[in-house]
């Protein structure tokens, strides 16, 4: 993600604790749990959570370009890339955390008015199609209880660090094989994330590839990796929706 790698402490000097104890973080989401923005609480407003008494949500944001190199659990694997329309860390507050969702169905609320694009543009194979291609077992093409190698690759415009970003592909090692992502089966399809790509799949699903675009796409992804992004590795669960977006039926029936 694309916060500042000290967490904060250099450009708020209220923040004395940095990064190591989570402060500064941030992400397309634009998370309202943060209990420090900017060097500051993040009180106004604060609701407890039903689920946690240790979390919260508060009246500010914290938004900032993500890439999902790899979100998995043993029965679904997914890259995703999530630009926004700022650049760095920001604290948003109102229609630009995009957080409203719309009270019925159909009503997209204001989650595409925000600065970052939330949906993002992923790569499942499950949802894609392959619903053997990962998981626990021999009877699929990467067995998830076994050891793997994850490889991405960021392809740009001139082959260097400062082109323009154009692709974001992946393929596996395991048991000495090279196991690429699978190909799906609609017209313009791509086994790499790419903005063509993103077209043919959000035309195909539905989606919105107009604020996949507003937002930045790949390029703005790249701009924000030469700006620069912080590796966050986290085991985490999902206390809104119970990490439907990666491995269930989105909205849950």
């Not at 043993?74 to 995009?98: A, D, F, L, N, W």
Request: include cysteine; glycine fraction near 12%; aromatic fraction near 10%.
């Amino acid at each position: 993600v694309e916060m500042e790698k000290d967490g904060g402490v250099a450009s708020y000097p209220s923040n004395k604790a940095g990064a190591a104890y989570g402060t500064g973080y941030c992400d397309a989401q634009c998370p309202h749990d943060m209990k420090w923005i900017n060097g500051e609480a993040n009180m106004i407003g604060w609701n407890g959570s039903a689920s946690d008494p240790n979390v919260g949500f508060g009246h500010y944001g914290t938004c900032c370009a993500e890439i999902d190199v790899w979100e998995a659990n043993k029965i679904s694997t997914q890259m995703t890339m999530h630009s926004c329309s700022k650049p760095g860390q920001y604290r948003c507050e109102g229609v630009e955390c995009g957080d409203n969702n719309g009270k019925t169905p159909g009503d997209p609320g204001d989650r595409f008015k925000g600065i970052c694009d939330k949906n993002g543009c992923d790569f499942n194979p499950y949802r894609e199609g392959a619903t053997d291609f990962f998981g626990p077992g021999p009877s699929h093409t990467l067995d998830s209880t076994k050891p793997m190698t994850v490889v991405t690759q960021f392809i740009s415009s001139d082959g260097t660090d400062t082109g323009d970003l154009l692709e974001m592909k992946r393929f596996y090692m395991q048991d000495g094989k090279k196991i690429e992502n699978p190909m799906p089966q609609w017209p313009n399809a791509k086994n790499s994330i790419s903005d063509d790509m993103c077209q043919a799949q959000m035309t195909n699903f539905s989606d919105r590839f107009d604020v996949f675009k507003t937002a930045g796409g790949m390029k703005g992804a790249g701009e924000a990796m030469k700006r620069g992004v912080v590796a966050v590795l986290s085991l985490w669960d999902d206390h809104e929706v119970g990490m439907i977006w990666l491995d269930a039926t989105d909205p849950y029936p």
